[in-house]
């Protein structure tokens, strides 16, 4: 391949490493505006350097990966709603053995959520539910962080909708599901335990430290707040004294504005009494025989206004706990029904393999609809900084691809890169790790694929295959070498800087620390499993 003038690639290399410091550190001294500016700069400097034109600029934004990453926003929020972190707690929770159990529950449910309904997904909707488990055990958080998004990571390469990468090796390649399942599950499965053992072997004293109950402090969430998540349930403003019967909270939902209508009747009434009193006293000369027939009058009437307005509101209570309320209570019911039987149709339909990106954006506005409210306070929920991030890194990788760097590395080991033999395969892997964590996986995979292919397939179809399968596993695990190695590791991140009183920063060497290791001992045990 014929380099493009040095002045470009010069140019087209310095924009890329602004946005990779900034990316990396993004509070930086010199320049301290964030991830998020960081890669909207970073893109913006292709273009001003001419590295490429502002149509390259918009048609290297990735939409069906940025319609996905709204679309499952969505769906989780709405599955937020409907409990479905009450259930996962309980399930993690369910005879947890400590936290070394609990980080081995992680890793599973991780790893096989990851699978069938992509690593972006899981990390979405899991990473605050992690948090707040380590808060509960009183630990640091970020063992529980990497082991969520290793774990995605890995979990997601068994199948073609795993995550991007995969999908586009699975349509360039025309490996049907089944093959692609069965070729890779063996390594995927083997992967997650080993990470797994990693994670707790890295951090066994921390994860050993056991907190006695008596020395809990008030910093420690509550079971209920670890079952519970970012939607809490409505509740009265005030509480009171009446015999409410078996009526729970959850059935007077709704009701509030009229139970408080009804709250300032008694009010109303027993400031009429507050009257009489007074008015009592100022007369106090009149005939007392006279004002007591009449205070006689007045009280019993207003004691019967007070005792008839309390028993309305018995009544009416009564009322909601056996009607309305009831009626409520199983709309919430239905609501949930109908939240996770969207959310399964949408995984069937990923599982056929419809796109990808519109059928979780269809699935998104079906629980907007059936929701039948105002949507905002659900789309509010949505990163939409880290939507505009994955913007600003598509633009700024598809510039430094265009200096031709990432693609003369390749011509330059392609020899040694056999796959054939154990010593091309051990170069071929570290070729797409290196590539894959500095012009991230997805451009990896556009720009190596057919040339590995190709490479292969002068030896047999079943070597093609293979190396298919095998940039579809390197690609996928070299994600948890670094915090920029994939999509789920920065949504990792992300999603833990910004929870609610609960915020964590995942840094880029604590992550590293873990990363190396963890990838390169899980990525070469793999590749003695993956088959052709």
């Known amino acids: 391949m014929v380099m493009p003038p040095t002045v470009k690639?010069?140019?087209?290399?310095?924009?890329f490493a602004i946005f990779w410091v900034l990316a990396v550190f993004p509070a930086v001294p010199f320049l301290p505006i964030g991830r998020t500016a960081g890669s909207l700069l970073g893109a913006m400097l292709m273009v001003l350097f001419r590295v490429i034109s502002p149509e390259q600029a918009y048609a290297a934004i990735d939409l069906p990966i940025l319609g996905l990453l709204f679309g499952t926003m969505?769906?989780?929020?709405?599955?937020?709603?409907?409990?479905?972190f009450k259930y996962l707690g309980k399930l993690l929770a369910w005879k947890s053995r400590g936290p070394k159990d609990l980080i081995f529950r992680i890793c599973l449910i991780s790893a096989i959520s990851s699978a069938f309904f992509t690593n972006?997904?899981?990390?979405?909707?899991?990473?605050?539910f992690v948090l707040k488990i380590a808060r509960q055990h009183n630990l640091p958080p970020h063992p529980f962080l990497l082991a969520?998004?290793?774990?995605?990571?890995?979990?997601?390469?068994?199948?073609?909708?795993?995550?991007?990468?995969?999908?586009?090796?699975?349509?360039?390649?025309?490996?049907?599901?089944?093959?692609?399942?069965?070729g890779i599950v063996p390594a995927m499965l083997v992967g997650v335990l080993v990470n797994t053992l990693i994670i707790i072997a890295m951090y066994w004293k921390l994860l050993s430290t056991h907190k006695d109950e008596e020395d809990a402090t008030s910093e420690v969430v509550a079971e209920d707040d670890v079952t519970s998540h970012r939607f809490s349930p409505a509740t009265l403003s005030h509480s009171n004294s009446l015999d409410l019967d078996n009526c729970s909270l959850s059935n007077l939902r709704g009701h509030s504005g009229h139970l408080?209508?009804?709250?300032?009747?008694?009010?109303?009434?027993?400031?009429?009494?507050?009257?009489?009193?007074?008015?009592?006293?100022?007369?106090?000369?009149?005939?007392?025989?006279?004002?007591?027939?009449?205070?006689?009058?007045?009280?019993?009437?207003?004691?019967?206004?007070?005792?008839?307005?309390?028993g309305n509101?018995?009544?009416?209570?009564?009322?909601?706990c056996g009607g309305e309320g009831f009626n409520e209570k199983w709309k919430q019911v239905l609501w949930k029904i109908c939240v996770y039987a969207v959310t399964i149709g949408m995984l069937i339909a990923l599982l056929l393999g419809l796109n990808m990106s519109w059928t979780a954006i269809t699935a998104a506005l079906a629980l907007v609809v059936l929701d039948f409210k105002d949507a905002r306070p659900s789309l509010e929920k949505v990163s939409y900084s880290l939507l505009i991030f994955f913007c600003g890194m598509f633009i700024t990788v598809d510039g430094f691809n265009k200096t031709g760097i990432p693609s003369k590395f390749w011509d330059l080991m392609e020899p040694y890169s056999r796959i054939d033999r154990a010593s091309g395969i051990a170069v071929l892997a570290l070729v797409i790790l290196f590539l894959s964590n500095v012009a991230s996986n997805v451009p990896t995979v556009?720009?190596?694929?057919?040339?590995?292919?190709?490479?292969?397939?002068?030896?047999?179809?079943?070597?093609?295959?293979?190396?298919?399968?095998?940039?579809a596993w390197v690609s996928t695990v070299a994600?948890?070498?670094?915090?920029?190695?994939?999509?789920?590791?920065?949504?990792?991140?992300?999603?833990?800087?910004?929870?609610?009183?609960?915020?964590?920063?995942?840094?880029?060497?604590r992550h590293l620390k873990f990363g190396v290791p963890s990838t390169l001992i899980v990525t070469a045990i793999g590749l003695t499993l993956i088959r052709g």
Not at 75 to 81: A, F, K
Not at 280 to 300: H, L, Y
Not at 313 to 320: A, E
Not at 486 to 501: D, G, K, Y
């Open 9 to 15: 690639v010069v140019l087209g290399s310095l924009a």
């Open 74 to 84: 969505v769906v989780s929020v709405y599955l937020e709603r409907a409990d479905m």
């Open 120 to 128: 972006d997904t899981s990390c979405v909707v899991l990473t605050e």
């Open 148 to 182: 969520l998004a290793s774990s995605a990571n890995i979990g997601s390469s068994a199948t073609p909708i795993g995550n991007p990468q995969n999908l586009v090796i699975a349509v360039q390649s025309k490996i049907s599901f089944g093959e692609f399942l069965v």
């Open 260 to 310: 408080e209508t009804l709250r300032n009747r008694v009010i109303s009434a027993e400031n009429e009494i507050q009257s009489y009193e007074s008015s009592r006293n100022s007369d106090a000369s009149k005939d007392i025989a006279v004002n007591e027939s009449s205070e006689q009058r007045v009280e019993a009437a207003s004691v019967e206004k007070v005792e008839t307005s309390n």
């Open 313 to 320: 509101l018995h009544s009416q209570l009564r009322s909601f």
């Open 446 to 471: 556009l720009l190596l694929g057919g040339q590995i292919a190709a490479s292969a397939g002068m030896i047999s179809a079943s070597q093609e295959k293979k190396a298919w399968l095998i940039l």
């Open 479 to 509: 994600g948890n070498l670094s915090l920029l190695g994939s999509a789920a590791n920065l949504i990792v991140c992300e999603q833990a800087r910004r929870a609610p009183l609960l915020g964590y920063n995942l840094t880029f060497w």
